[in-house]
């Protein structure tokens, strides 16, 4: 199994739809998830981080899993600005925090 | 303003030259890292430093040496430029030494997309 895996995608969506993305981890001593977005020839962006009991920022909910080893991004009503890559980053150490980023899940939202 | 910045934003040079790229940071963060994203879009995780010292080292060619003179800034120099060494080299920064809701947050460079011909 992959450090950090995530389904490539893309993810072709209209507008307003609800969709959601998962990200699976081998280490089950990972502490630290975070979700981050990165646009077209642009750096990463922090979107928001995981926490264990789910944490919500406005149309975007993020879950973890630790049972099944996997966190999950849920975006409500997407918009058009909403496309660009969807990277999870998980701390596969344990604690001492060493970053491994997912490939990234691609969401294209359209009219 | 720019709470990470790296230099210069694109560099082209012949493969066997020597080149660096500069990343400071004024976020006050004690701890930097650089990541290579190729061509595929992976992005991976090369070096880190905390507080001047080297805590990530990952397999990495020895011709990539990183330099960090103090917690603001952390420069990568590259030896004998291969082509495969072509793609986007990102900086960042985060805080890792207090505990929060902000602990290890990675705030990234705008990148330096190096190409070697």
């Known amino acids: 199994r992959k450090e950090v895996e995530q389904d490539p995608g893309p993810f072709n969506v209209p507008e307003g739809a609800t969709v959601a993305f998962n990200c699976t981890y081998s280490n089950s001593a990972s502490q630290s998830f975070f979700w981050y977005r990165q646009d077209c020839r642009k750096e990463p962006k922090l979107l928001m981080s995981v926490y264990s009991s789910g944490n919500e920022d406005g149309r975007f909910t993020a879950q973890l899993n630790r049972a099944s080893q996997y966190i999950s991004l849920l975006i409500r009503d997407s918009k058009l600005s909403d496309s660009a890559t969807y990277l999870c980053?998980?701390?596969?150490?344990?604690?001492?925090?060493?970053?491994?980023f997912g490939r990234g899940t691609s969401l294209i939202v359209h009219p | 303003d720019t709470a990470v910045s790296q230099t210069p934003k694109y560099l082209v040079t012949q493969m066997g030259n020597d080149k660096s790229i500069k990343c400071e940071q004024n976020?006050?963060?004690?701890?930097m890292y650089w990541y290579k994203q190729d061509s595929k879009k992976f992005l991976k995780i090369m070096f880190s430093?905390?507080?001047?010292?080297?805590?990530i080292n990952e397999t990495v060619p020895n011709r990539f040496s990183p330099k960090s003179p103090d917690k603001a800034h952390l420069n990568l120099h590259i030896n004998s430029l291969e082509l495969g060494d072509s793609a986007v080299y990102f900086c960042?920064?985060?805080?890792?030494?207090?505990?929060?809701?902000?602990?290890?947050?990675?705030?990234f460079g705008p990148g330096t997309r190096l190409t070697v011909l």
């Open positions: 976020l006050g963060h004690d701890t």
């Open positions: 430093y905390n507080n001047k010292e080297l805590i």
């Open positions: 960042a920064s985060s805080s890792r030494g207090k505990a929060g809701p902000n602990l290890n947050e990675q705030f």
């Open positions: 980053v998980v701390d596969r150490s344990g604690g001492s925090y060493i970053p491994t």
